[in-house]
């Protein structure tokens, strides 16, 4: 009862399975090189006007936090906490936003949305 038409779109010939299964492990090869490289990248975000400064890595861990004497009160502790949470945000932002661009050269046409 098949019409002959490829369930997946296109003319009336089924996808070379061959070729599907080289892409994908192509793909996984490239993600996982890109993962890898991600990991080794490092990132900046600030604060306060560079006040507070922190550098994560790709795995969004904190690499470094430097904080400006100026900016350490000991009667408004909370102002540095806000600054440094901001500044962790910011930079774990950048990341996300590197990652995503990254995968997102990767993944091949018909496969929006994946990252």
């Known amino acids: 009862m098949s019409s002959g038409k490829n369930p997946f779109g296109g003319g009336g010939k089924m996808p070379d399975l061959g070729a599907l299964m080289k892409q994908a492990q192509k793909l996984q090869a490239d993600v996982q090189k890109a993962q890898e490289e991600l990991a080794l990248m490092t990132v900046d975000g600030a604060a306060g006007g560079g006040m507070v400064q922190v550098t994560v890595n790709g795995q969004h861990d904190i690499v470094k936090i430097k ?19 901001a500044a962790i945000n910011q930079a774990n932002a950048k990341v996300r936003e590197i990652s995503k661009e990254r995968m997102s050269k990767m993944m091949p046409a018909g496969m929006p949305g994946m990252f």
């Open 67 to 85: 904080i400006e004497k100026t900016v350490v009160d000991p009667s408004d502790i909370g102002m540095l906490e806000d600054l440094v949470t």
